[in-house]
């Protein structure tokens, strides 16, 4: 790799290459049983130059065909996108513990017997239940060199089990499913097989819910429909431009003062956590709301120059793309949340609820696995249903509580979440 | 670059101990260009290369993805020990739908290659688009994408086929962003094809009237939620199909699920007799259309409603045999890291007898909706949201609203259509089709206008 950006420095360009390799292992079960076994072997060559002031990026899966990549970078750099910054001298990195030798060694016996006794559980719920789980266990192994003399590696694993049922009575088709990653072998199959348990037995009986304003408490996986806008519109590049909502509004009180998110790409244990972002800035932990507060966009070099603020380690070549964020938690168990609600609505999985547009702060989606609560308890599902709020002012005036616990959905650490004032439009009879 | 790649895996498929073992290598080239505001945001030049392996014994699938290409005997055997290991605890009898072994050499039959024009010229011309929207009434910014990839595909199995196929996929988006104080509303013109870089040319007036509907969605209300008789124009009612009809119509979701077999029966009627649906990967030039699919099985027109009443459903060559129906060509996977999945093509809502005018009399309060943005199905529910969206107001076209987003049961929903328009256009977009973690895969859709009644739109209850 040192020869390719010394070529890149002789042929008069600055060069940023990022080198993934992968191996990952799986075991899938569908319908009740054992399917497929599998295995991956991926890389993945990442090249960015800036040559006269202009950014050519190229990419590259084919081994042994580096100089071909830096060609092909400096063709397309001709007619790139004109770029104020340089790529950064290396700063020293957080060494977030992300690898477990375990995860590297786990044997497709001990991931059958994972899944297999998800799906005995799963089994026993009813003779007519279809199950599905899979068990994957990663390794990876990313580089990163530039012409600043950046040159750092790092080693990460993950492992994965999810698991999941559909049900079907009649014309109704009862899904839900649970999942658990994390950069060791530790996993909570007890937890899992307990959510899929009370959705089994809460979730075959419909109930009516009449159209109107509810309180309602988001799961984490529901929650999310949520953060998607405000992340859409704390995107350094579209405050740049002027289409974010959340221009020109950093020291401002945007949401409840329970409300605070950080992007964070140093906590140990973290599944988006990295030494380095893609355009080698070094990761560190950086409140983006604080107690309501904007404190910081998710920023790129680009964005950062712009804006005059300094890169918080959460760029790529296209824009920001942030590393593991959290919701700070409340103080509340999340069932005490639900036995508090006098009448309202559990909403879970969502479906479309991505579909709107994030500079509105607009949330309508369909709620497609949900609960009627009535006096602190789950009644029954509701289906045939929208919810629909807006972020803007719901995260500032209708935040009633945010759960203790935490689920991690992929890098995205979020607790549930009560929130009043949600407008519900369902089918009338 | 054909004859080795042929002779190399016909060569490793004679090490498979497996019943049955494929192997898929393929090469694609990709440009993509972005553009946003006045900035060129991002210009790529991408290059993805490798192989897979799939192998069934005994009712177990082993299968194994790769860059390098240069130990395929001993990835055939890896695929087929994997396959074993299952197959020795499953003990299955499971086949696949017989098909006649084929050799075919397939070149690309382009009207006009995308990855023959020299990349200065698609710059100049989203540029011109770009320049084109900035310079609208009100329009603060832009959202300009556009790829075109170029790929060669090779397939060969344990049965003697071996198919080289080249296909080319490329789309755009070209959308016009609004803001006043806080609300930014966008609009976007769109296009696709699976063989003709012209579908990008001359795009201004549709990118004109991108700009004036995001100009006038900044003073359109949010919609009142509640239920009502929706119109979808050609480009949505596609988009209804493919996520309200033809996702529960893939196999692979039916096939051991002996109720959900009984819900989607063929001869269940779901629909009035002016109902006709069909999935096809031989209509024309649309995206993720091409001679056969990514098991070597030739592509089809494929009836799953007719005259109302379930007519078939689309197939692997597993889930063919398991239902006892013919193999479709539907297996599709999104690149040589995946194994193939049933997954729509082309989906389709045949024409029927009404016009337009004849569908908005009656409606004395309803919403027509243009322009699929996107949709999302779970199997029994499913939502989808327009670009844009007026009232209708006692038989007229009335104002527009905005943040609609409309929500369905897959089985009420496809009842309460009383009326099929006499029209009928194919959409292709830039985006594609998720299922099973396989996303972005390409589809298209074509349909006519179509009505529907008590539609439950989300939004705002005043």
Redesign the interface.
């Known amino acids: 790799m040192k020869s390719l950006l010394e070529e890149a420095v002789a042929r008069g360009a600055d060069a940023t290459l990022v080198a993934t390799e992968s191996r990952n292992a799986s075991v899938s079960f569908?319908?009740?049983?054992?399917?497929?076994?599998?295995?991956?072997?991926?890389?993945n060559l990442d090249m960015q130059v800036i040559k006269a002031g202009k950014?050519?990026?190229?990419?590259?899966?084919?081994?042994g065909?580096e100089m071909?990549?830096l060609e092909?970078?400096l063709?397309?750099?001709q007619?790139?996108?004109?770029v104020s910054y340089s790529f950064p001298e290396p700063e020293p990195p957080a060494s977030p513990k992300v690898y477990d030798q375990a995860v590297a060694d786990v044997d497709?016996d001990r991931m059958?017997s994972i899944g297999e006794e998800l799906i005995e559980f799963i089994k026993a719920l009813d003779p007519?239940i279809?199950g599905s789980a899979s068990v994957s266990a990663r390794v990876i192994h990313k580089s990163i060199y530039n012409t600043r003399g950046l040159d750092a590696s790092l080693d990460k694993t993950l492992f994965t089990v999810s698991a999941g049922f559909?049900f079907?009575?009649g014309?109704?088709?009862l899904?839900s499913w649970d999942w658990n990653a994390s950069t060791d072998l530790e996993y909570d199959l007890e937890t899992m097989k307990a959510t899929l348990k009370a959705d089994f037995d809460i979730g075959r009986k419909n109930v009516e819910v009449k159209?109107?304003?509810y309180d309602v408490l988001l799961t984490p996986v529901g929650f999310q429909a949520l953060i998607s806008p405000i992340l859409a519109c704390l995107d350094g590049?579209a405050v740049m431009?002027?289409?974010?909502?959340f221009k020109d509004r950093i020291g401002e009180e945007i949401f409840a003062p329970s409300f605070s998110l950080i992007d964070d790409g140093t906590m140990d244990g973290g599944l988006s956590s990295q030494l380095y972002d893609d355009q080698g800035v070094v990761c560190r932990r950086t409140p983006l709301i604080e107690k309501g507060v904007l404190r910081e966009y998710l920023l790129d070099l680009e964005s950062a120059h712009r804006l005059g603020r300094r890169p918080i380690g959460t760029g790529s070549?296209?824009?920001a793309n942030p590393n593991n964020l959290l919701v700070i938690p409340g103080e509340t168990g999340w069932e005490e949340l639900l036995r508090g609600m006098k009448k309202g609505i559990v909403i879970d999985?969502t479906?479309?609820a991505?579909?709107?547009?994030p500079?509105?702060g607009?949330v309508?989606?369909?709620i497609?696995l949900g609960y009627l609560v009535e006096d602190g308890e789950k009644v029954g599902r509701v289906?045939?249903?929208?919810?629909?709020l807006n972020v803007f002012t719901h995260l500032k005036s209708n935040l009633l509580a945010l759960s203790r616990d935490v689920k991690d959905l992929g890098g995205l650490l979020l607790p549930y979440c009560l929130i009043g004032g949600v407008?519900?439009?369902?089918?009338?009879s | 670059m054909q004859t080795p790649i042929k002779d190399l895996m016909k060569r490793a498929l004679k090490h498979s101990t497996a019943e049955y073992c494929e192997i898929r290598v393929e090469e694609t080239t990709e440009t993509a260009i972005r553009i946003r505001g006045k900035d060129i945001e991002l210009v790529a030049q991408n290059v993805s290369a490798g192989g897979n392996v799939r192998a069934l014994y005994r009712g177990g699938w082993g299968f194994i993805s790769f860059n390098r290409l240069d130990d395929l005997e001993k990835k055939v055997e890896e695929a087929c020990a994997q396959a074993r290991i299952l197959g020795e605890r499953l003990n299955k009898d499971i086949k696949l739908y017989p098909v006649e072994p084929v050799e075919d050499y397939v070149p690309g039959n382009f009207k006009r290659e995308a990855f023959a024009v020299p990349l200065k010229d698609k710059m100049a011309l989203l540029e011109g688009y770009n320049k084109l929207i900035l310079g609208c009434p009100e329009i603060t910014s832009s959202s300009i994408g556009y790829f075109d990839r170029h790929t060669h595909w090779h397939f060969a199995n344990s049965e003697g086929t071996y198919i080289y196929q080249e296909k080319m996929d490329l789309g755009g988006g070209l959308a016009a962003i609004a803001t006043k104080d806080k609300l930014t509303t966008q609009d976007s013109a769109r296009f696709g094809s699976n063989n003709d870089y012209n579908v990008a040319l001359g795009l201004e007036d549709e990118v004109r009237e991108a700009a004036e509907a995001a100009r006038q969605m900044l003073y359109a209300p949010v919609v009142e939620a509640g239920q009502y008789t929706v119109i979808l124009d050609p480009d949505m009612a596609g988009l209804f199909v493919h996520e309200a009809f033809g996702h529960l119509s893939e196999a692979d979701d039916l096939d051991e699920d002996e109720r959900m077999k009984e819900l989607l029966k063929i001869g269940t009627r779901y629909g009035t007799g002016e109902l006709n649906i069909y999935d096809s990967g031989i209509e024309g030039p649309n995206r993720g259309e091409c001679k056969y699919d990514d098991e070597g099985v030739p592509m089809q027109r494929t009836y799953l409603i007719k005259n109302g009443v379930i007519a078939g459903h689309l197939h692997s060559r597993e889930s063919a045999v398991k239902m006892g129906e013919a193999a479709t060509g539907n297996a599709r996977a999104l690149s040589y890291r995946f194994p193939p999945i049933v997954r729509m093509r082309t989906t389709c809502i045949a024409p029927g007898k009404h016009a337009f005018e004849e569908m908005l009399k009656g409606i004395s309060l309803g919403i027509y909706v243009q322009g699929g943005y996107g949709g999302q199905t779970n199997g029994e529910m499913f939502t989808f949201a327009p670009s844009k969206a007026y009232m209708i107001r006692n038989g007229s076209i009335a104002e527009m609203v905005r943040d609609v987003n409309l929500t369905g049961n897959v089985f009420d929903t496809l009842r309460n259509i009383d009326m099929i328009g006499n029209d009928f256009v194919y959409k292709n977009s830039p985006g594609g089709c998720g299922k099973g973690g396989q996303s972005p895969l390409p589809v298209a859709q074509g349909s006519p206008h179509v009505r529907i009644r008590n539609v439950v739109v989300g939004g705002e209850k005043k």
């Open positions: 569908e319908a009740n049983r054992l399917k497929r076994v599998g295995s991956t072997e991926s890389l950014l050519g990026i190229a990419s590259s899966t084919k081994p065909t071909q990549l092909n970078a063709d397309v750099a007619f790139g996108s004109d497709v059958i007519a279809q559909q079907v009575e014309q109704n088709l899904q159209p109107g304003v590049r431009r002027g289409i974010s909502p070549p296209g824009g999985h479906m479309g991505w579909a709107g547009n500079y509105t607009t309508t989606g369909n497609a289906k045939d249903c929208m919810f629909s407008s519900i439009a369902s089918r009338e």
